[in-house]
């Protein structure tokens, strides 16, 4: 079977329910993909069952639920083409490997946009921060994305409410190109107000990625894998405004262990935080040429 088919039948199998790890499994050790899941006769039918979640048993008893289901998978596969989207396989050559770390590739890979922006000559500024912005946040974020455009940096941050909502809309409007790298499907925007900055980021020259395919579910894992690929991706990452447990320090957790510089303006941050952030190597943001 040609590797374009197996490619396209993961897909399929993906999208129907199974996970990345068992597919991953039969991929690396078998040819005859649906076979091995489907046909009882099969001599590796049983070989799989240890790893099934119980959902996938449940769903490889059902070779005509799939089957109906590839229906509405082709249509939106076609959708996805007429729009542009690019889906990028783990075993392809041109998968963006260096925008996760080692062993925590996806199978797939949703981009939307200008697939340009993932080349690594492109300087990357992570800009993150709370859903809950004050003025003063959102006064400094202006601020350093007009200077991050200036040197020519692309931004990345999550499409989310607050400081990146204001990350994006404010790099469009002083003419640069962002990231956005999204926890859900291109079908289920989060939040549902930035459908339309979405729009404008792909219209502008922007990315959009995500790890998410149209038929499949947003989970909290999903936002903390987004947080993984907001710090790989990025050259440096610089922290708005944050509490304790938010989400954005687990980007900066994420970004130490990476090996990220990261910065931050101690007026926006709680000392609590300050003194957090201090043991990932964060220090106060300073204003730098290229």
């Avoid at 979405?198 to 936002?223: M, R």
Wanted: glycine share 6%; aromatic share 12%; net charge neutral.
């Amino acid at each position: 079977m040609s590797s374009n088919v197996n490619r396209n039948m993961l897909l399929l199998l993906k999208q129907f329910g199974f996970s990345d790890n068992t597919l991953d499994a039969i991929y690396n050790q078998e040819e005859s993909i649906l076979e091995v899941i489907y046909d009882e006769n099969h001599i590796f039918h049983n070989k799989y069952f240890d790893i099934y979640t119980e959902k996938e048993k449940e769903l490889a008893n059902n070779l005509n639920l799939l089957l109906e289901f590839e229906k509405k998978f082709i249509d939106k596969m076609n959708d996805y083409k007429k729009m542009g989207i690019k889906i990028f396989f783990k075993y392809s050559d041109d998968f963006p490997k260096h925008i996760f770390p080692v062993g925590k590739e996806p199978l797939f890979l949703y981009s939307y946009g200008n697939t340009e922006l993932l080349e690594q000559r492109y300087k990357k500024a992570a800009i993150i921060g709370t859903r809950k912005s004050t003025i003063m946040g959102e006064t400094k974020t202006k601020e350093y994305v007009k200077e991050y455009v200036k040197k020519g940096w692309v931004t990345i941050s999550g499409l989310a409410k607050g400081i990146d909502t204001v990350v994006h809309k404010e790099t469009l409007n002083y003419g640069g190109l962002t990231i956005a790298i999204l926890p859900t499907s291109f079908e289920k925007i989060y939040p549902a107000q930035n459908k339309g900055l979405f729009q404008k980021i792909i219209e502008k020259g922007g990315l959009a990625l995500t790890t998410i395919g149209p038929f499949e579910n947003t989970y909290k894992s999903s936002f903390l894998d987004r947080n993984i690929i907001v710090a790989k991706m990025s050259d440096e990452i610089l922290i708005i405004e944050a509490s304790i447990k938010s989400g954005t320090l687990n980007t900066v957790r994420n970004g130490f262990y990476l090996g990220k510089p990261i910065y931050y303006n101690k007026e926006l941050l709680s000392e609590e935080v300050i003194k957090y952030i201090a043991e990932y190597n964060a220090v106060e943001y300073q204003a730098r040429g290229e």
